[in-house]
């Protein structure tokens, strides 16, 4: 089953309403019956949760990812609803996929909130925006499609305290106002607000904007660093943030582009 990384437009933890955009960093999960010899904390939790609710096997995981871990760019939502969809599809047990993701998540430690936001992004595509204290979905659009995605891609995230955060509530809860109506003024208030509040080093951000990004700042928790522009607008930002390490030039997932992609290969 394949899924999507993706990147913030709102951060849930503040105040549990929460924004996020597919983007093209791939997922691929498969399962098949056997003995997986590493598990992370996320992929036993969900393998213990339909063992002991449905009585499956013991299962192998293949995870093939295109998304650095531990760096805000959703990599624990789009492994935990494949790896929830490839099971259901497998064994034909009908689950609410993102919300079994959010629930499991929480369980296994790896989310504050459970992240629905991002694993409803993850899996339809498009843009999600959510109210992850209740598992419910606001609505879901698609991104501008003229815009360039740049991503400074930095994993393993150092030790924050994500609390924080909780203090900020009221912003975060204005931000996502805001983004109901402007994803992209949304997305660059969050990510200025993240990096400010968690202590990012604001250089690449500021270099970023310097260099024509309309929208720039962390995704996630950190610390990777996200940067918008207009199509063919994307060179001085590209050489900007290429001094600070690798830059990955992506697109926006639509919604329903799993399967578009699925059609496609018949
Ligand atoms: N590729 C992967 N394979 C297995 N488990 C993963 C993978 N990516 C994430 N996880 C699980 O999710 C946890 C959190 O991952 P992380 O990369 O921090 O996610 P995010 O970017 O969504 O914050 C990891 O500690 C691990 O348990
Ligand atoms: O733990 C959580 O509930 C969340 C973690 C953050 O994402 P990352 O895990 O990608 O940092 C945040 O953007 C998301 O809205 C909610």
């Known amino acids: 089953m394949q899924t999507f990384g993706g990147i913030s437009i709102v951060n849930a933890i503040p105040s549990w309403y929460g924004s996020s955009m597919a983007i093209d960093l791939k997922v691929n999960v498969d399962v098949e019956e056997g003995h997986s010899t590493f598990q992370s904390s996320l992929v036993k939790t969900i393998l213990d949760y339909f063992r002991e609710t449905y009585n499956i096997p013991e299962l ?9 871990q531990m760096s805000g760019l959703k990599s624990s939502s789009a492994v935990s609803t494949a790896l929830i969809a490839a099971i259901s599809e497998k064994f034909g047990i009908e689950v609410d996929i993102p919300k079994l993701s959010a629930i499991l998540s929480i369980k296994s430690g790896v989310s504050v909130t459970g992240a629905y936001d991002d694993a409803t992004a993850a ?11 209740e598992f419910k979905l606001i609505k879901m659009e698609n991104f501008p499609e003229d815009i360039s995605i740049l991503i400074l891609a930095i994993g393993n995230r150092p030790n924050i305290d994500l609390k924080i955060l909780k203090k900020y509530n009221l912003l975060f809860e204005e931000i996502f106002k805001i983004a ?21 080093d604001k ?35 590209y050489e900007s943030l290429s001094k600070y390490g690798k830059v990955i030039v992506t697109r926006a997932v639509e919604i329903g582009d799993r399967y578009r992609k699925i059609d496609n290969t018949r």
């Open 123 to 133: 899996y339809y595509g498009g843009v999600s925006f959510t109210y992850n204290k």
């Open 60 to 68: 192998k995981v293949n995870i093939r990812s295109e998304i650095p």
């Open 203 to 237: 250089e690449p951000i500021i270099s970023a904007l310097k260099n024509g990004a309309i929208a720039s700042g962390i995704s996630g928790n950190g610390p990777s660093i996200f940067a918008l522009c207009k199509e063919g607008d994307d060179g001085p930002i």
């Open 180 to 200: 109901l109506r402007d994803i992209i003024t949304a997305m660059k208030l969050n990510g200025l607000a993240i990096a400010e509040i968690l202590g990012y």
